[in-house]
């Protein structure tokens, strides 16, 4: 039986975890990993309270949003709980993966526009890359060498202007983008689906060591989570989250990386494809995007432009609301967010009813960019003050009235 002091961290006849396993992300990864608790349980508990240990006590007093079956885990087997949440943290501090939080000042904002963002994610590397402008440029693991070369170049050249290249570390298009973006100054970020603490495929295991020294891996699964069929959708959606723009280079019909951008469509993200042969197999999704409209890119100009940018110039920014992993941010950028997030919200619910509003209408008549309605609507879900139902997004009754 787990004693209810195991709350504060320590726990008789183990040593003390504050040197390799802090107490608070002890915390934050026993909560995560209580059954029942996915990320928007998670992320409700933690932002929410005023401290994930109130979120723990929370879990024990049971009540609306609780699942039952964490309830009962956490009376009966707290003490295990937490030292597998402790165990985790250590293993991840041993390894240099920096364990962050959706609570924390530092996590990305533009997650936000997930229906269900990771309550927790594990980063290796130059954290500061996540507060920089994104692009992510994705395509197929049987890729041809035409297609690698054109995914490398772009990459270079996207990453010498500054901006920050994404994939997902896979064979063939994503391994090209990324070690073309290693060559410039915007670096590159590798979102994972698996556990930061190892190579896969195998094959790149080289490349996932110069990541981890020179550019980030990202991932929210914890080390020691081997990579399987059902991790790969969800590491899309975080990879398309995290840019401001999405480039598909060389993707067959049923190309993996069509997956993200069924992501990045729903967060109003800009989708760009290279044109290919018509008579190749492999690059029948990619034209596919053209036909449906997405754009046709063949250079980094054409990406940049495409964005809103000029060639030359400094980058404008990430995501609304991303602030960088490396450290609190400064007060009057907390003030400002607060500031903005709150006049967000505002407008969101003044479109809001019981009767459902489909979303197309919701980004139409809120005046701002769709990434920020949606980082609203995600806030409003997960305060339970909203919630989208199959024919739009509605307000909860105990809501009206309310301001934001």
């Known amino acids: 039986m787990g004693g209810h002091s195991s709350l504060t961290g320590g726990t008789p006849g183990l040593p003390e975890p504050e040197a390799a396993a802090p107490p608070d992300v002890v915390r934050l990864l026993a909560l995560r990993s209580l059954p029942g608790v996915g990320d928007r349980v998670a992320a409700r508990l933690l932002l929410g309270a005023f401290s994930r240990e109130e979120a723990l006590k929370r879990i024990l007093g049971g009540g609306p949003g609780v699942p039952r079956p964490a309830r009962e885990a956490w009376t009966v087997s707290s003490t295990r709980i937490l030292e597998r949440a402790r165990e985790i943290a250590r293993r991840a501090a041993a390894q240099g993966i920096h364990v962050l939080g959706i609570d924390e000042p530092g996590y990305p904002a533009c997650l936000l526009r997930l229906h269900d963002p990771p309550a927790v994610l594990y980063l290796r590397g130059r954290t500061e890359l996540l507060g920089r402008p994104a692009l992510a440029l994705v395509g197929s693991r049987r890729a041809t060498a035409s297609g690698r070369r054109v995914a490398e170049r772009l990459a270079r050249r996207?990453?010498?202007?500054?901006?920050?290249?994404?994939?997902?570390?896979?064979?063939?298009?994503?391994?090209?983008?990324?070690?073309?973006?290693?060559?410039?100054?915007?670096?590159?970020?590798?979102?994972?689906?698996?556990?930061?603490?190892?190579?896969?495929?195998?094959?790149?295991?080289?490349?996932?060591?110069?990541?981890?020294?020179?550019?980030?891996?990202?991932?929210?699964?914890?080390?020691?989570?081997?990579?399987?069929?059902?991790?790969?959708?969800?590491?899309?959606?975080?990879?398309?989250?995290?840019?401001?723009?999405?480039?598909?280079?060389?993707?067959?019909?049923?190309?993996?990386?069509?997956?993200?951008?069924?992501?990045?469509?729903?967060?109003?993200?800009?989708?760009?494809?290279?044109?290919?042969?018509?008579?190749?197999?492999?690059?029948?999704?990619?034209?596919?995007?053209?036909?449906?409209?997405a754009s046709m890119v063949t250079s980094a100009e054409d990406i940049l432009r495409q964005l809103g940018e000029e060639p030359g110039s400094m980058p404008s920014g990430p995501p609304p609301g991303t602030r960088t992993s490396g450290g609190p941010p400064r007060e009057s950028d907390l003030g400002d967010e607060a500031s903005r997030g709150q006049d967000d919200g505002d407008r969101v619910v003044a479109l809001l009813s019981l009767d459902p509003c489909p979303l197309d209408l919701l980004l139409d008549e809120a005046g701002l960019p769709p990434s920020r309605v949606l980082a609203a609507l995600t806030r409003l879900d997960l305060a339970g003050r909203a919630r989208r139902e199959p024919e739009g997004w509605i307000l909860l009754p105990s809501t009206l009235g309310e301001g934001a």
């Open 158 to 293: 996207i990453s010498e202007e500054g901006w920050t290249v994404v994939s997902g570390l896979a064979l063939g298009i994503d391994a090209a983008a990324h070690r073309g973006a290693l060559s410039g100054k915007g670096g590159t970020v590798a979102v994972l689906g698996r556990g930061p603490d190892r190579a896969y495929p195998l094959a790149h295991a080289d490349l996932f060591h110069q990541i981890a020294r020179d550019g980030l891996l990202v991932s929210e699964f914890p080390p020691g989570v081997p990579a399987s069929a059902h991790n790969f959708p969800r590491r899309n959606r975080v990879l398309a989250a995290l840019c401001r723009g999405i480039v598909v280079v060389e993707a067959a019909r049923r190309s993996g990386a069509l997956l993200t951008v069924d992501h990045a469509v729903d967060m109003g993200i800009e989708v760009m494809a290279v044109p290919g042969s018509v008579e190749a197999p492999s690059t029948e999704g990619s034209n596919g995007l053209i036909a449906d409209g």
